[in-house]
């Protein structure tokens, strides 16, 4: 969405009186982009509704803070990708999982039929994706299928652009290998 299409999102959200209306097209216009990057990092629906879910919560208790100096895509980018992030944190915690167990409890969601959409190549990427450490997967998610800027990406992360070249670059080399060694 334009910036002018956030600008009217921020003044109903804004005005006591249009504030819930304000939220419902915040939420309208970008649930389904923010869902779509969070199930590309936790895969599992459930979880990524749930973590949407939290995303906009989070959003709605923290709007004043929100200063404009990004869109509020960005912003609720940046909002997704730490609930994610913490999520799988979270629950490879709370089940004591190895990142062995972990990758291959989430290969095996991926092996499901109906679980991922695509061929066999976009299963096979699913499972690359899989032996990455969680922060190289989200910038490989950013660049590679967001298709961001390395300074959008600095902007939502919080990383640096050169950090965020280097992460794309060595996960960019694991996800060949993984592919090549199939």
Same mark, same amino acid.
């Given at each position: 969405?334009?910036?002018?299409?956030?600008?009217?999102?921020?003044?109903?959200?804004?005005?006591?009186?249009?504030?819930?209306?304000?939220?419902?097209?915040?939420?309208?216009?970008?649930?389904?982009?923010?869902?779509?990057?969070?199930?590309?990092?936790?895969?599992?629906?459930?979880?990524?509704?749930?973590?949407?879910?939290?995303?906009?919560?989070?959003?709605?208790?923290?709007?004043?803070?929100?200063?404009?100096?990004? !869109?509020?895509? *960005?912003?609720?980018?940046?909002? &997704?990708?730490?609930? @994610?992030?913490?999520?799988?944190? %979270? +629950?490879?915690?709370?089940?004591?999982?190895?990142?062995?167990?972990?990758?291959?409890?989430?290969?095996?969601?991926?092996?499901?039929?109906?679980?991922?959409?695509?061929?066999?190549?976009?299963?096979?990427?699913?499972?690359?994706?899989?032996?990455?450490?969680?922060?190289?997967?989200?910038?490989?998610?950013?660049?590679?299928?967001?298709?961001?800027?390395?300074?959008?990406? !600095?902007?939502? *992360?919080?990383?640096?652009?050169? &950090?965020?070249?280097? @992460?794309?670059?060595?996960?960019? %080399? +694991?996800?060949?290998?993984?592919?090549?060694?199939?």
């Amino acid at each position: 969405m334009k910036k002018n299409g956030d600008q009217e999102i921020l003044q109903l959200i804004q005005n006591p009186k249009t504030r819930e209306m304000g939220f419902r097209q915040l939420i309208l216009t970008y649930q389904k982009r923010v869902y779509h990057v969070i199930r590309r990092m936790v895969l599992i629906h459930e979880d990524a509704d749930d973590i949407t879910q939290n995303t906009f919560i989070k959003a709605h208790h923290h709007i004043d803070k929100f200063q404009g100096q990004s !869109s509020l895509f *960005t912003w609720l980018y940046r909002i &997704a990708t730490n609930e @994610s992030l913490t999520f799988l944190e %979270k +629950k490879k915690k709370r089940y004591f999982f190895s990142i062995e167990d972990h990758q291959e409890k989430m290969e095996s969601y991926i092996d499901q039929p109906g679980n991922i959409d695509g061929d066999e190549i976009q299963r096979l990427l699913q499972k690359a994706l899989l032996t990455l450490p969680d922060k190289q997967r989200l910038v490989f998610h950013l660049k590679y299928q967001e298709e961001l800027t390395y300074e959008e990406m !600095s902007e939502i *992360t919080g990383t640096s652009v050169g &950090a965020l070249k280097a @992460s794309y670059h060595h996960a960019v %080399k +694991k996800v060949e290998y993984s592919l090549t060694h199939e």
